[in-house]
């Protein structure tokens, strides 16, 4: 079972950047989805960003767009998201997360994934 392990999460004022990494080793197969979910005390899991392995588009919550970047370096087996702009509404234990599921890399499929780290988290002061 292949565990994703995330790092860079921290504390920021409202308006700040911070980069999230993943460390994902061992997939097997050609083609997963990659991508990041995250969730606050007393609210469902949220997607926020995916990507295939393969490449291609990247998708992203509604609320994210303009604001995160997703990103992925394969020869490090490292998935990024780049977070700017953030705001109080952002503070939340965000997860990488991945799966091969076919065609579907939707956000809304992230919380579901099979593979998961234990999360970093994202705190931002106002």
Same mark, same amino acid.
């Given at each position: 079972?292949?565990?994703?392990?995330?790092?860079?999460?921290?504390?920021?004022?409202?308006?700040?950047?911070?980069?999230?990494?993943?460390?994902?080793?061992?997939?097997?197969?050609?083609?997963?989805?990659?991508?990041?979910?995250?969730? @606050?005390?007393?609210?469902?899991?949220?997607?926020?960003?995916?990507?295939?392995?393969?490449?291609?588009?990247?998708?992203? @919550?509604? &609320?994210?767009?303009?604001?995160?970047?997703?990103?992925?370096?394969?020869?490090?087996?490292?998935?990024?998201?780049?977070?700017?702009?953030?705001? /109080?509404?952002? &503070? @939340?234990?965000?997860?990488?997360?991945?799966?091969?599921?076919?065609?579907?890399?939707?956000?809304? /499929?992230?919380? /579901?994934? /099979?593979?998961?780290?234990?999360?970093?988290?994202?705190?931002?002061?106002?």
């Amino acid at each position: 079972q292949v565990t994703p392990v995330e790092s860079g999460g921290g504390s920021v004022e409202a308006g700040g950047s911070l980069t999230l990494e993943c460390k994902i080793i061992g997939l097997t197969y050609s083609s997963y989805c990659m991508g990041w979910f995250r969730q @606050a005390p007393g609210k469902d899991p949220e997607g926020v960003a995916s990507i295939f392995t393969r490449g291609g588009p990247t998708y992203y @919550a509604d &609320s994210m767009k303009g604001r995160f970047t997703i990103s992925k370096d394969n020869s490090k087996y490292t998935l990024y998201l780049q977070m700017d702009h953030l705001n /109080a509404d952002d &503070s @939340a234990m965000y997860y990488c997360a991945a799966d091969n599921l076919g065609p579907d890399c939707s956000t809304t /499929a992230v919380p /579901a994934f /099979a593979m998961r780290g234990q999360g970093t988290q994202v705190t931002v002061s106002s």
